[in-house]
């Protein structure tokens, strides 16, 4: 495979791409091995975005719950 493909293809954002090459010895296995550490760092910063997404939105539920507790008590309603 070419590696300027899967490199362009990896800027696209296209995480499904396997990388090819990983397992030799020499400098294409390097550089493979590179790329793959690339990918997976991709991969891993998507998961942390999404992760962070949810969280803010907890964040938002919570603060919404404290100022209904603040300003309407009587609104709350105990759910289990």
């Known amino acids: 495979a070419d590696i300027?493909?899967?490199?362009?293809?990896?800027q696209a954002g296209d995480v499904?791409?396997?990388i090819p090459h990983c397992d030799r010895a020499d400098e294409i296995g390097k550089?493979?091995?590179?790329v793959l550490v690339f990918k997976n760092n991709m991969i891993e910063t998507e998961r942390l975005r999404t992760d962070q997404e949810k969280l803010k939105d907890i964040a938002e539920e919570i603060e919404a719950l404290n100022d209904t507790i603040i300003h309407d008590p009587k609104r709350i309603e105990i759910r289990f």
Do not use: D, H, K, P
């Open 4 to 10: 300027g493909l899967l490199l362009n293809q990896l």
């Open 16 to 18: 499904t791409i396997s």
């Open 31 to 34: 550089i493979a091995r590179v």
